[in-house]
């Protein structure tokens, strides 16, 4: 979701500025946020920590508890789809392809972000929960496969970071990637990606061709 499908960046920062800010913590920034997305929130504020000198699990733990309070409030202020994506899952539908959003932010916020800017596209949303282990472990993909009575000869993951490379690998299944997240081409071709898309056109191609 994040990075591939929503630009989240701006309303995930500004959740962990004001959580940072509320524990007198040193500011974050965009560019700090972007390079340590993609784990989970708690991998997240772990960095973050790690950085500022000050990391322990009690911390990590009242940081994040804030920070998902504070992230639910703020999650649509500025988040919006990449140009061009809406209407290339669209076609993906109409072309009968069954569509399935798995992310590592909380569940709760995957839903409602789904509904609000994807409503009726997909089958499954899915986000964070405690029933599994975050990406790139590969059995919350194998459950939605399962949901969909998919296998991996017939899925198709799309994704923008190395966490994504790792999960399809993790998963067996196609990879597709895209450069327009939250990690840049050569970061990909360096997590092993050998799709990359840079425009919804180029991912729809590689969607088709699979």
Same mark, same amino acid.
């Given at each position: 979701?994040d990075g591939?499908i929503?630009?989240?960046?701006a309303d995930?920062?500004? $959740?962990t500025?004001?959580?940072? $800010?509320?524990?007198?913590?040193? %500011?974050?920034t965009?560019?700090?946020?972007?390079?340590d997305v993609?784990?989970?929130?708690?991998v997240?504020f *772990?960095?973050?920590c790690?950085?500022?000198r #000050?990391?322990? +699990?009690?911390? @990590? !733990? &009242?940081l994040?508890? +804030?920070?998902r309070? #504070?992230?639910e409030?703020?999650?649509n202020d500025?988040?919006?789809p990449?140009e061009g994506?809406? !209407?290339?899952?669209?076609?993906c539908?109409?072309d009968?392809w069954k569509?399935?959003?798995l992310s590592?932010?909380?569940? +709760? %916020?995957? #839903?409602a972000?789904? !509904?609000? =800017?994807f409503s009726?596209?997909? &089958? @499954?949303?899915?986000?964070?929960s405690d029933?599994?282990l975050l990406?790139p =472990?590969? *059995?919350?993909?194998e459950?939605?496969?399962h949901?969909?009575?998919a &296998?991996?000869?017939? #899925? @198709?993951?799309?994704g923008d970071? *190395?966490? !994504?490379?790792?999960?399809?690998?993790?998963a067996?299944?196609?990879?597709v990637f @895209? +450069?327009?997240?939250?990690?840049?081409? *050569?970061e990909l071709?360096?997590a092993?990606a050998?799709?990359? $898309?840079s425009s919804? $056109?180029?991912l729809y191609?590689?969607?088709t061709?699979?």
């Amino acid at each position: 979701m994040d990075g591939t499908i929503l630009n989240t960046l701006a309303d995930l920062a500004h $959740a962990t500025q004001l959580t940072l $800010a509320k524990h007198q913590l040193t %500011d974050t920034t965009l560019a700090e946020v972007r390079r340590d997305v993609g784990n989970g929130a708690r991998v997240l504020f *772990e960095r973050l920590c790690k950085t500022r000198r #000050c990391f322990s +699990d009690e911390l @990590v !733990d &009242t940081l994040l508890h +804030d920070f998902r309070i #504070c992230y639910e409030a703020h999650h649509n202020d500025n988040t919006k789809p990449y140009e061009g994506v809406p !209407d290339m899952l669209a076609q993906c539908k109409k072309d009968g392809w069954k569509l399935a959003v798995l992310s590592n932010k909380p569940h +709760d %916020d995957v #839903c409602a972000l789904a !509904d609000l =800017h994807f409503s009726g596209l997909f &089958t @499954v949303a899915e986000g964070a929960s405690d029933a599994f282990l975050l990406k790139p =472990h590969p *059995e919350h993909v194998e459950h939605i496969m399962h949901m969909l009575h998919a &296998t991996p000869q017939t #899925c @198709v993951y799309i994704g923008d970071s *190395e966490v !994504d490379v790792q999960t399809a690998h993790n998963a067996q299944v196609h990879g597709v990637f @895209v +450069d327009w997240g939250y990690r840049s081409r *050569e970061e990909l071709t360096r997590a092993g990606a050998s799709k990359i $898309a840079s425009s919804p $056109a180029m991912l729809y191609q590689f969607i088709t061709q699979i």
